[in-house]
């Protein structure tokens, strides 16, 4: 089962990953930075707990769950009437009801630039048309989606506060707002911006508190030396390889590396 968002930092890539070969999930799994779930998709777990702090995305993944149908109809509607000037039109409208929230919500993640979600000041979606037109594609499930996420509890909420509901035998996916962009150079001025140096310290805490617990614990990182030394004794660390596609021009593009802390 597929993800049906794009989300920047998405975990697509490191499902097929071997190192994950040896994972099993024998209590909830539960995943803090929600995203585009990638990895919970991949896995499909019996029984999940699912949060990010982003509202607009979290009303999405719950809408979803309680009734598909309508949300994929106006899909279709969307895809029947996209268009540069429909896109704006969108993107500018309020709607009262959540299903046309979480629909809209799609249609701007499937034919925005690169996928990407960014607010202004005011609190508004702003990002600008992409390239992409396909926003209804028959093939996608949107029923088995919810059936998928009927076991799911998904909260809007900071990750410490999910986290620190790990027990024994659950299974912690973490994938906190990171670029690698800058692994090197500047990793803390850049990043700092969208994830705190404090909430590193905080995320690596919570882990910890929830191994303790006996729950078992995998964080994807940026490969910096700063977060080799916060988990450095912690746990193992590996570092793998993969392709950087969030720039919006090619020789942005490139192979980079990032870090699978498992605790």
């Known amino acids: 089962m597929k993800p049906f968002l794009k989300w920047a930092g998405g975990k697509r890539w490191l499902t097929e ?15 803090p ?3 585009g779930g990638a990895m919970f998709f991949h896995l499909r777990p ?26 994929q109809d106006l899909l279709r509607e969307h895809h029947g009437r996209h268009c540069k000037d429909y896109y704006y039109q969108l993107r500018g409208t309020e709607f009262a009801n959540p299903t046309d929230r979480a629909a809209k919500f799609l249609y701007l993640n499937r034919t925005c630039w690169n996928g990407l979600y960014r607010e202004n000041l005011a609190g508004k979606f702003n990002v600008p048309i992409g390239t992409k037109s396909l926003v ?22 900071d990750f410490e506060t999910t986290i620190d509901r790990a027990t024994d035998g659950d299974f912690v996916f973490c994938d906190p707002p990171y670029t690698t962009a800058h692994n090197m150079n500047g990793f803390v001025k850049y990043n700092q911006r969208i994830f705190s ?7 690596r805490n919570a882990a910890m508190r929830a191994t303790e617990r006996g729950a078992t614990v995998v964080i994807t990182n940026a490969d910096h030396p700063s977060l080799h030394n916060l988990y450095g004794g912690a746990g193992k660390i590996d570092i793998v390889a993969r392709a950087s596609v969030i720039s919006g021009i090619s020789k942005g593009r490139g192979m980079t590396s990032e870090i699978l802390v498992m605790l």
């Open 17 to 31: 990953h071997e190192l994950l070969d040896s994972l099993t999930v024998s209590g909830k799994y539960i995943e």
């Open 33 to 35: 930075f929600l995203g």
């Open 46 to 71: 019996r029984t999940s707990i699912l949060s990010d702090l982003n509202t607009h995305l979290i009303e999405t993944y719950q809408a979803i769950r309680e009734d598909p149908q309508p949300i």
């Open 136 to 157: 209804f594609d028959a093939d996608e499930d949107f029923v088995a989606i919810s059936t998928l996420l009927q076991s799911a509890e998904i909260d809007c909420c």
């Open 197 to 203: 140096w404090d909430d590193q310290i905080r995320l």
